[in-house]
């Protein structure tokens, strides 16, 4: 029986046993209550409330406006919803660069007033300390490297990361250690499949891959993506499980329709 099966609320231990039976993880972003809901009954690991919240909740270019309170607002949500997976709430852009005490101050925030059951953190040895604080105060920290969407404005670009030798040996030396600082997880975004299967095997630690190909020990994508709500953003990485763009127009027009030809409400649907 697999180790996802036999729990009755997952946890960092749960995840990290994943890892060492073979099991793959499953993770999937979520800010809200509904969904939350849904994707907990459906058995997911992991629930992100990740800060792509600022894209697909709020609508802005990039996942720096999104400040703490709203994150906190969605995580409270996202936490009303689950009985048994693991809640990671991302630390926003600008809630834990500034000092450790600054970081640590956001991650206690997050766990004090939301419930979540950890946070994310992008970076490496930029951010150690922080890490190395939080973790000495009993939160578990999940890192993340690879493509990290609050430095979009250093990278100038959303393409894949670490392909150069250089930036490919740092994202090692960086996945060693947070895995050192304490870290249970390490998300890899969009870098090469070859990379991350060399740093997962690296480590005694769990990944979690967005397009970082089938060797990472988990895997994590955006729910607007994979349920295609998006109908725009289509990496090559993205496996799209439903169109729910078209499914959610067709519903609207047909709703529409039926409230100008006064189909809707008919006798039994009134009182
Ligand atoms: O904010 C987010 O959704 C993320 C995932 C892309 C890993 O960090």
Do not use: W
């Amino acid at each position: 029986m697999s180790v996802n099966k036999e729990v009755k609320k997952i946890t960092t231990h749960t995840i990290q046993k994943m890892k060492s039976n073979g099991e793959k993880i499953s993770m999937l972003t979520a800010y809200d209550f509904s969904f939350a809901k849904i994707f907990d009954n459906a058995g997911i690991d992991i629930i992100l409330v990740g800060d792509s919240a600022s894209n697909v909740m709020a609508g802005h270019e990039t996942t720096l406006p999104i400040t703490l309170d709203q994150m906190i607002y969605h995580a409270q949500s996202v936490v009303r919803g689950i009985e048994r997976c693991l809640v990671v709430v991302d630390l926003p852009f600008g809630s834990y660069q500034g000092n450790s005490k600054e970081a640590l101050n956001s991650a206690i925030r997050i766990m004090k007033e939301t419930g979540g059951h950890s946070v994310k953190m992008e970076g490496g040895e930029e951010v150690v300390e922080s890490i190395k604080r939080i973790i000495s105060t009993g939160i578990p920290v999940m890192g993340h490297l690879g493509l990290t969407p609050q430095s979009i404005y250093k990278f100038g670009t959303y393409t894949v990361r670490a392909r150069e030798e250089e930036e490919a040996l740092k994202l090692k030396k960086d996945a060693l250690l947070l895995q050192e600082a304490g870290c249970f997880a390490i998300v890899l975004e969009k870098i090469p499949a070859t990379l991350a299967k060399e740093v997962t095997e690296s480590l005694q630690i769990p990944t979690i891959g967005i397009g970082a190909g089938c060797d990472c020990d988990g895997q994590v994508l955006v729910m607007h993506d994979m349920l295609g709500i998006n109908t725009e953003f289509k990496p090559r990485f993205l496996r799209q499980y439903m169109n729910l763009n078209d499914s959610i127009t067709s519903s609207v027009k047909q709703y529409i329709s039926d409230i100008k030809s006064k189909d809707f409400p008919n006798q039994n649907e009134q009182y």
